[in-house]
C-alpha cells in the first residue's frame, strides 16, 4: 500500500513541482540563515530598518512591472495566441521596467524623507537596475511554467539563492553596510538569463509589435490592481512602525519578520507557483477543479501547520542561541508573524483559483475591501508604540478574514462556475 502510495505520488506532477520548489526554497533558507545569522551579529537595528526600507519599496514597485499578470497571461493563453502575446509582452516588459526604474530613482527623494534619512536615496536608486534585468528572461520563465517545468525554476531559486546570500555575507564582512544587501540584487538577477534562456529556447520573432497589447494589459491590468493590494497588505506594518516608530522599532520588527514568517514564507511561495498551472490545467472541468482547490487545503493542513507549530514552539530556544540576545525582544512578535502563515495559505489558495477562471475581478474586490479594513486596524494599533501588538493584529485580521473568503468561494463561485 505505502510503495503504491508512493508512486501515485512521485507520478503527480503537482507533488513533482511541490517537490522542486520546495527543495529550491530549502537552500535558499539555509543560505538566507546563514545570512540572517551574519546580518543579526553585524547590522544594528537602524541598519535593518533601512534595509527594510529598501526591500519595501523595491517590492512595491516591482508589482508595476506587470510581471505577475504578464506571465499569467502567458501560462492562460490559447495555443493560437501565444506567440503573439509573447512578442508583445516581451516589448512592453521593456516599455514598463524602463518606466519603473525611472520612477524608482524619482521617487527615492520623497521616500527617504518620509523614513527621515537621506541615505536611503542611492541606495534606493541602485536597487533599480534590477528592473532592467528582468526583460531578458521573463518571457523564458512564463513559459517554463506554462510547459509546467518548474524544476528549471527550482534551479534557477537555488542558483540566485546561493549567490545573492553569498554576496550579502562577503560584503557584510568587509564593512558595506546596507550597500551588501543592495549589491547582492543587481549582481544575482542575472543567473536567471543564463539558466531560462538556455532550457527555454524562445526569442522575439518580431523586430517590434504591440500587436492585441490591449489584451495583455487588460489580463495585467486586473492582476495589477491585486498585486498592488497584496503588495501594500504585506507591506504597510512595515510603512507604519517605520513611519511612528522610527527605524530601529523598523529594524526589529523587520528582523521578526524574516526570522519568522520567512521558512514558511518559502513554503508557500512554492506552493504558489505550484497552484497556478495546477489549477489553469483543469480550469474547464468543473469537478477536477474543485477537487484540486479543496486539495490544496490539505496540503496547507499537512505542511504549512505542522511548520508554523515547530517554529513557534522552539522560538524562544532558537533566536538567543542564533541570532544572539539583542533579538529576543523580538521573540513574541515573531511567534505572531508565524502563525499568520496559515490565513496567508488560504488567500493565496484562493487568488491562484480565482486567477485560473478569470475571476480576477472578484479577487479584487476581496482584497480592495480587506485592505482597507486591514489598513485601518493597523493604523490604530500602532498608535501604542508596541510592534507585538501590530503583529497580532496582522494574524487577527487575517485570521478572521481568510477562512470568510473562502467560504464565499466554495459556496459562490465553485458552485456556479
Not at 520623497?110 to 537596475?129: D, E, H, K, R
Not at 493590494?229 to 523598523?250: K, M, P, Q, S, T
Not at 472541468?285 to 493542513?301: C, E, N, P, V, W
Request: overall charge positive.
Amino acid at each position: 500500500m505505502l510503495i503504491k502510495k508512493l508512486k501515485q505520488l512521485s507520478s503527480n506532477q503537482f507533488a513533482k513541482n511541490v517537490g522542486w520548489l520546495g527543495g529550491a526554497e530549502l537552500v535558499q533558507r539555509v543560505f538566507r540563515l546563514v545570512t540572517t545569522v551574519t546580518l543579526a551579529r553585524i547590522f544594528t537595528t537602524q541598519d535593518y530598518g533601512m534595509v527594510s526600507a529598501i526591500y519595501t519599496t523595491f517590492e512595491f514597485t516591482m508589482t508595476f512591472s506587470l510581471r505577475a499578470g504578464i506571465g499569467a497571461k502567458i501560462i492562460q493563453a490559447d495555443e493560437e495566441q501565444l506567440e503573439t502575446i509573447c512578442n508583445t509582452a516581451y516589448w512592453l516588459n521593456w516599455i514598463v521596467c524602463v518606466a519603473i526604474f525611472l520612477l524608482q530613482c524619482v521617487a527615492a527623494y520623497p521616500i527617504a524623507q518620509f523614513y527621515g534619512t537621506n541615505q536611503l536615496v542611492l541606495p534606493l536608486c541602485v536597487s533599480g537596475l534590477s528592473y532592467l534585468i528582468f526583460p531578458f528572461f521573463m518571457i523564458q520563465s512564463a513559459l517554463v511554467e506554462r510547459e509546467n517545468r518548474l524544476h528549471i525554476k527550482a534551479w534557477g531559486y537555488a542558483a540566485q539563492a546561493i549567490l545573492s546570500n553569498v554576496i550579502i555575507v562577503v560584503f557584510a564582512l568587509l564593512g558595506m553596510g546596507v550597500w551588501a544587501v543592495v549589491w547582492s540584487s543587481v549582481l544575482s538577477y542575472p543567473v536567471w538569463i543564463f539558466i531560462l534562456r538556455h532550457y527555454q529556447t524562445w526569442r522575439p520573432s518580431k523586430p517590434f509589435s504591440l500587436e492585441d497589447w490591449q489584451v495583455i494589459i487588460k489580463f495585467g491590468g486586473k492582476r495589477l490592481g491585486v498585486d498592488l493590494l497584496d503588495r501594500l497588505r504585506f507591506n504597510i506594518d512595515y510603512l507604519l512602525v517605520g513611519r511612528f516608530l522610527g527605524l530601529e522599532a523598523l529594524g526589529l520588527y523587520f528582523f521578526a519578520f524574516n526570522a519568522g514568517i520567512g521558512i514558511s514564507q518559502s513554503v508557500l511561495n512554492s506552493l504558489t507557483l505550484a497552484w497556478y498551472p495546477h489549477f489553469c490545467q483543469v480550469r474547464t472541468d468543473l469537478s477536477q477543479l474543485k477537487q484540486r482547490y479543496l486539495g490544496s487545503f490539505k496540503t496547507i493542513a499537512t505542511i504549512v501547520l505542522p511548520l508554523v507549530v515547530l517554529q513557534t514552539s522552539l522560538a524562544p530556544f532558537y533566536v538567543p542561541i542564533i541570532f544572539g540576545q539583542k533579538w529576543v525582544p523580538a521573540i513574541p512578535t515573531l511567534i505572531w508573524i508565524c502563525f499568520s502563515a496559515l490565513p496567508i495559505a488560504l488567500s493565496r489558495s484562493n487568488s491562484q483559483l480565482l486567477q485560473s477562471i478569470d475571476k480576477t475581478g472578484i479577487d479584487f474586490y476581496w482584497n480592495f475591501v480587506f485592505t482597507i479594513i486591514f489598513s485601518l486596524a493597523l493604523l490604530v494599533v500602532v498608535q501604542a508604540g508596541n510592534i507585538t501588538w501590530v503583529a497580532m493584529t496582522v494574524c487577527l485580521t487575517q485570521a478572521i478574514a481568510a477562512p470568510i473568503f473562502t467560504t464565499w468561494v466554495i459556496r459562490n463561485v465553485l458552485s456556479k462556475h
